[in-house]
């Protein structure tokens, strides 16, 4: 690990003020993602400024509006007594990520900026156009068993491996931010970037912009809900394939349905077609099967992940029959 300046932040202005002057700077808060790749040589900033004293840990209502501080721990999030009652998907997608250690120090805004778990970007001797662009991508032709069905390109087919983030763009969540040009807002979908040309850009935070809350707009999202992750082992394993379903009904006629997936993408992965031919059908397999048909219309395998290809619509299906009491 290089040696680093370390700096506190007392508001987020002087956080914001500390990212915009000092272009190798990082913000660090609970860092079990960022720590690791310092010490593995993947991420050297010159510059760490400590944010975990900033006041961005509440959990609170804003009209219809549930408002998640940037830096609410995911285990007191997942716990929350709003959240269980207002977005139990949220609650279901946090407590099938990581150990319960980890969500013990991880906070939101860091999972929301975690990097990819590729073993070719963690391994400075590997190529990686993610970790150092134009130096290609190692796992294009190489072990890909981890990697992309959607949404890949031939400079990066590495996944986001977050599952807190595979409910928030379910539930239509809003990132909300502040930087050196002042406050905006951010429609969780357009947050991670596809690789494209720039696989090193996971997100679309501009310089010196700090994550402040994530805000999840009201629905009628709370009885029919489940969380699918399909993973080689039971605890602190990212997944392979990861299912979010949300649905409202009216006896067996679905009038909404939201429906994301991880494991499968460079950024979590809205099944919009997949909802819109749901909405307003009725719970059967033969609906679950052809929603999860048109979800996979556009997978691509690399190799030795093309079992996905069948992992991904059997868990889209198997997560809609649960989530509808059909399982």
Partial sequence: MINFEYIRASTPKSAI???????AAQCIAGGTNLVDLMKKGVATPQKLI??????????????DKLVIGALALNSEVAENELVLKEQPLLSLA???????????????????????????????????NKREP????????????????FGASDKCIAVHPSDMC???????????????EGDRRIPFQNFHRLPGDTPQKDNTLERGELII??????NQLQHHVHYLKVRDRTSYAFALVSVAAALQMQGDIINDVRLAMGGVAHKPWRLTEAESFLKGKNTSEANFQEAAKLA???AKGYGQNNFKLKLAPNSIVETLKTATGKA
């Fill in 17 to 23: 003020d500390a990212l915009t002057k000092d272009s």
């Fill in 50 to 63: 400590d944010i975990t004293n900033l006041s961005l840990k509440e959990i609170k209502k804003d009209g």
């Fill in 94 to 128: 946090l407590k099938a990520g990581a150990s319960q250690q980890i969500r013990n120090m991880a906070t939101v805004g860091g999972n929301m900026l975690q990097r990819t778990r590729c073993a070719y970007f963690y391994n400075t001797d590997m190529p990686c």
């Fill in 134 to 149: 134009c130096s290609g991508c190692g796992a294009l032709n190489g072990f890909n068993r981890m990697h992309a069905i």
């Fill in 166 to 180: 595979i409910a928030l763009v379910a539930l239509n969540a809003t990132v909300l931010v502040s930087g050196p």
């Fill in 213 to 218: 809350a994530v805000e999840i707009p009201g």
């Fill in 296 to 298: 996979m219309a556009d």
